[in-house]
């Protein structure tokens, strides 16, 4: 009994000097030649923790997802590419209301992903987004009507080599994610790109903005042609937009809204759930930000 104990403990011993091995081996390993699967991994820890010190110095809810599968049940494969989102799933306990929070895959480890700057008392920040062509596959359920069930169907986005610039962060209620037109490297030169190009000189106390939409007074002379117009031309508690195509979103609806000359004009109060209530009493001219003027990126699509 006492030869075969010794030979158990001497065998135990041994495995243990093995698994030590081979711990130290897999330590000293490039995380490339460890994983094949690589593209699906989010940077590294210290980067992801940088991520998220940052949106904790802009009093912003974020997660920083390790993998793909943790920023959406669909991704098939990543393909290394930046992903982020707004989840607005999570509600409060006991309230209605939606708990927001910013959802962010950093994708491959060369991406470059920085803050470049925070706004603590306005809670926003500035993203710059570099990285190379990524392909994205994405699995979802779509309703076959010849078949009348749902059926798995896979598609692959495609990105393009660019560097982007994001304004992100609280806007009155809700968050926010806006694609800058132009590099900026502060919270405040952000806010002035996303400005359309006639008010970016102009005193912010001359306009008025509610999300996207900014509002400026007309002269008289505009007013009355606005007032001249025939009656059945001019709509009522209609959406903010009618010139522009491809808006996606809750409208922002306004009393009355004219066009002339291919331009709007609203008056009245203008309402939307996400924002407090803007009220007009002349004519004022609409004009969207720049978001949308920001490079198309082909193929690139939200998941969520």
Known sequence: KVEVGAASKTHFRRRIQISIIKTKERIRTPARQRSKKKYNMSGDGAARRRLRDGFDDAQLPVKVCATAQDFSKHLVDSGGAFLMDIDKSRKSRGK??????????????????????????????????????????VQQNVWSHAERKFKVVETTHTTIESQRWFLLGMDEMHLFVAQLDRPASTVAQARANLRPKSLRNRNAATFKRQGEWFLTPVDRSTAARLDALDPRSIKHNDGLGTTHSGLTGRPHVVSSLAVLDNVEYALGDVCHPDHKTKTLSQWHRVAKNTETAAPSIKGLRWVD
């Open 96 to 137: 209605n209301e939606r708990n927001e929070v910013f959802k962010v895959f950093m994708g491959h480890e060369d991406n470059g992903i920085e803050l470049l700057d925070t706004d603590r008392a306005l809670r926003q920040a500035v993203l710059r987004v570099h990285e190379p062509e990524h392909a994205i596959r």
